[in-house]
């Protein structure tokens, strides 16, 4: 029997990564860890907490008095935070707007780093985020960076709110985008950066089923190579 690997998918936001990541576990039946949504969770804590989200220290301060946690229920990622399920408080704007300076601080990013390593010691594991295939598993057997160009990804986020119930006008959906880009590019620890060893994909013109069976295919002759 083929072992199973581990799939790093990187790339910017509403590139693609996580849908793709889905189905990808589902076709290949590995276990989906969805790192955004931990970081996520953690946003959700400070903003709870009325900590300033610029305040780096508060915001360090805050998340270590926080339980974040995730658990895999039926292949499906639930997160938690204080045992509260949280799963679908996670995409609102103001996270959206928070998420990035939050994510980009190192000891925030040490803390989700551990667990996230943890998760992928078993294998059969599909992890997307922005450092995935250069920080967390910089030895996963399987790298992809992602990307799309800025309307297409800020169409693709507009969608996703919309069908949320969110009211958000295409414009500040795209320079929202472009300022997490700059953020997510420019932050000390774990910066968005393609790994040397990972495979591109351009999903501007393509499928959410032609990304995935063009990954599924290189796993595949990944394994059957050795």
Do not use: H
Request: proline share 2%; net charge negative.
């Amino acid at each position: 029997m083929k072992r199973k690997i581990t799939i790093a998918i990187d790339g910017p936001a509403a590139s693609g990564k996580s849908t793709t990541a889905k189905r990808l576990a589902q076709k290949l039946a590995y276990i989906y860890v969805d790192t955004g949504a931990m970081y996520r969770a953690a946003t959700l804590a400070v903003l709870r907490s009325n900590v300033d989200a610029q305040d780096e220290t508060a915001v360090v301060s805050c998340l270590q008095d926080m339980n974040i946690s995730i658990e895999l229920l039926d292949g499906e990622q639930r997160t938690y935070l204080n045992g509260e399920d949280v799963s679908i408080l996670l995409r609102s704007p103001q996270i959206n707007r928070a998420i990035s300076a939050i994510s980009s601080y190192p000891q925030v990013r040490e803390m989700m780093v551990r667990q996230q390593q943890e998760l992928a010691k078993m294998g059969g594991v599909i992890m997307d985020g922005r450092d995935i295939g250069t920080v967390v598993l910089p030895q996963a057997d399987l790298k992809i960076f992602m990307k799309a160009d800025l309307q297409e990804r800020a169409k693709r986020r507009l969608a996703e709110m919309e069908t949320a119930g969110e009211n958000i006008n295409f414009k500040a959906v795209m320079e929202d985008i472009q300022r997490r880009d700059e953020l997510d590019a420019s932050r000390s620890a774990g910066p968005l950066k393609k790994a040397a060893d990972a495979r591109e994909i351009d999903t501007s013109d393509l499928t959410i089923n032609q990304q995935v069976d063009r990954i599924a295919q290189w796993a595949a002759e990944l394994l059957y190579n050795e």
